[in-house]
Structure formats: C-alpha cells, structure tokens
C-alpha cells in the first residue's frame, strides 16, 4: 500500500513558479514509478509528468516540456514537480500518482492517488 499527500499549490502569477511535492508512505517509494496529473473545471484528467523508479526516466506532456521539472528522493519518500514561466491554462487540480508500471503512470495514473493541490494561474 501506498498513500500519497501532495502539498506547494497556490495562487501565482502569470511567468511565475511553484513548487508541488508529493510525501509518500510505505516501504516501497523506491520502487514504484511516479506521475502528476492535472485536471481543470470541465476538462478531463490528463498526464503532465513521469518519473521511472529504476534508471529515473522522465517523461513529460507536450503541453509542459521545457517548463516543468520532475524529480524524486527516495530516501524522503518525495516526488516533486517544479513548474516554471506558469501560464493561467496550467491552472487545475494538481494530483499525484504512483504504480509499479511506468507505463501506467504515463497514461492512465496507476494504482495510487492523493487527494489533489489546487493551483491557480493568474493572467
């Protein structure tokens, strides 16, 4: 089992930065596979970046290469997501993942969630 709490949302302006971060639970963080999704009022979910658990591959959304930034610390049990030059449509529920399969983490999210961060882009 694994719980998954994410916390950094907030209010930010436009170009402007913030830092999400994901505090997992259970013995084995180290060996799951770990995402961030996003969904906006009356939009579907949809993947934004992906971390592998073995060799820390990364994967991103088209939509945020070259502005966000996924990385991991096994030994604090942490995924981040730093997100740079914000524009209002990253603006969304921010919510965090976690599977044993990459591949499940790049598409539908996996096994595990967290309840979601708000961040709100203004323009």
């Known amino acids: 089992q694994v719980q998954l709490v994410e916390s950094g949302g907030g209010l930010v302006q436009a170009g402007g930065s913030l830092r999400l971060s994901c505090a997992a639970s259970g013995r084995t963080f180290s060996r799951y596979a770990m995402g961030w999704f996003r969904q906006a009022p009356g939009k579907e979910r949809e993947f934004v970046a992906a971390i592998n658990w073995s060799d820390r591959t990364t994967y991103y959304a088209d939509s945020v290469e070259g502005r966000f930034t996924i990385s991991r610390d096994n030994a604090k049990k942490t995924v981040y997501l730093q997100m740079n030059s914000l524009k209002p449509e990253d603006t969304a529920v921010y919510y965090c993942?976690?599977?044993?399969?990459?591949?499940?983490?790049?598409?539908?999210?996996?096994?595990?969630w967290g309840q979601g961060t708000q961040v709100t882009v203004s323009s």
């Open positions: 993942a976690a599977d044993s399969r990459v591949a499940e983490v790049t598409t539908t999210g996996g096994d595990y």
